[in-house]
């Protein structure tokens, strides 16, 4: 029986790891075991990928302490509130209909919650306002969040950029195919690619403690699927071409997050010229640096220099589809800065929107909420349904 389980075991694991699925004819896995040169890491292997998670727990440690001892202090020192928001009074009955029946009530429903409680139709709607804000995350908590991505993006991208400088591979993207895989992996490169998994793999743990949006399940299969390929790429040392394809993407994500930080700070002006930039960056780097540039070293220059074989299939129609999701998103940035020219101002983030507090948007809560907002956080809103990766889009 032990045996038996054993050898199920042994074809599961060589199917697993078939090299004639994960690397080009005439290589071994033997192959990329042998020393390179003498410098760096050898070749990239599987085992690396373990280093990832006492990294990514450090990341997460180095985030907490980031978070209260330099970006509270910055949010304090632009004018942003230490404080939650204005508790609701307690009431059994209003509670009861906000829980099990509707966090917006029509006119007819306040209308007889009035009668019941004898209360003002005015105080009923202050009352579910107030309770609709409590569970709003503080706009402090969302600036921490947002400032330690935007200095995680900024750092990473400004890494990769020198080292990139400095690489063949970024000036001609034949070089990213010479010899492949038998390519050495140099330090710099690995430092690189660890640090941007073990990012994402911090951001999955840390997605369960950090402020819940309408997206979670969305953002969670989209973590899922970054650290996947970033993996997968690394495994059959498709480095070259992955840094170049994490650099591009990193580039808008710190704009992106920049602008987010300027909204929760009230600089309207600022968060709109950085959308604004942000969504020129994103369209430049998406819809023409990264199909004319990136795809077409994946997919012609990789075909006439190693050929096809299967995970260069798999690899090319992942790329592929995330081309097909640069398009979708660029279409969504278009709206938002299209709708931001008609009404002053960016829309609203429908996944964490904050409500006014004055009253005299109670009379029209309903409408505001179906159809669209007016108070300014279009970049989260981008964010949120893009993500923050940069393989399968955050």
């Known amino acids: 029986m032990a045996a038996a389980a054993a050898g199920a075991l042994g074809l599961l694991w060589g199917w697993l790891w078939s090299e004639s699925f994960w690397l080009p004819q005439n290589v071994s896995w033997d192959d ?5 040169d003498g410098h760096g890491y ?16 450090g990341i997460f440690s180095v985030r907490l302490l980031f978070e209260r001892f330099i970006a509270k202090p910055c949010a304090l020192h632009v004018g942003i509130e230490d404080s939650g928001p204005y508790l609701a009074q307690d009431n059994t009955i209003l509670e009861k209909v906000f829980v099990s029946v509707t966090k917006y009530p029509d006119q007819k429903r306040l209308e007889g919650l009035s009668k019941q409680l004898d209360w003002d139709v005015r105080k009923i709607q202050c009352w579910f306002r107030h309770r609709r804000n409590q569970d709003k995350p503080p706009t402090l908590t969302k600036f ?29 993207t034949r070089q990213c195919w010479y010899n492949y895989p038998l390519q050495p992996l140099s330090k710099e490169l690995y430092y690189y690619y660890i640090m941007e998994l073990a990012f994402y793999w ?7 403690t950090d402020i819940k949006r309408k997206d979670f399940l969305i953002m969670f299969v989209h973590h899922l699927a970054t650290i996947g390929l970033i993996t997968f790429s690394y495994i059959n040392n498709m480095v070259r071409i992955g840094t170049l394809v994490l650099c591009l993407h990193d580039v808008s994500d710190f704009l992106l997050e920049a602008a987010k930080l300027a909204n929760y700070a009230k600089y309207q002006r600022l968060c709109d010229s950085l959308f604004v930039i942000f969504g020129a960056v994103f369209m430049v780097t998406r819809l023409g640096i990264y199909p004319f540039w990136v795809l077409n070293s994946t997919l012609f220059e990789s075909w006439e220099i190693i050929g096809p074989y299967p995970s260069w299939w798999f690899f090319n129609g992942l790329l592929l589809i995330l081309q ?3 398009i979708i998103w660029s279409y969504l940035i278009a709206r938002i800065a299209f709708k931001a020219l008609l009404r002053g101002k960016v829309s609203k983030d429908d996944r964490s929107d904050v409500e006014s507090s004055s009253e005299e948007e109670d009379e029209t809560i309903n409408t505001k909420n179906l159809s669209s907002n007016s108070s300014s956080n279009g970049a989260s809103w981008v964010n949120g349904h893009m993500g923050g990766s940069c393989w399968a889009e955050k």
């Open 32 to 36: 990329l075991e042998a020393p390179s």
């Open 42 to 57: 050898g070749y990239p292997r599987a085992r690396h990928i373990l280093s990832v998670f006492p990294l990514a727990a």
């Open 144 to 172: 921490c969040e947002s400032m330690w991505r935007f200095t995680f993006y900024l750092c990473i991208f400004c890494y990769g950029i020198r080292f990139l400088w400095l690489s063949p591979w970024f000036w001609d």
């Open 202 to 208: 911090s951001l999955m743990f840390s997605q369960f």
């Open 324 to 326: 097909l999701l640069h």
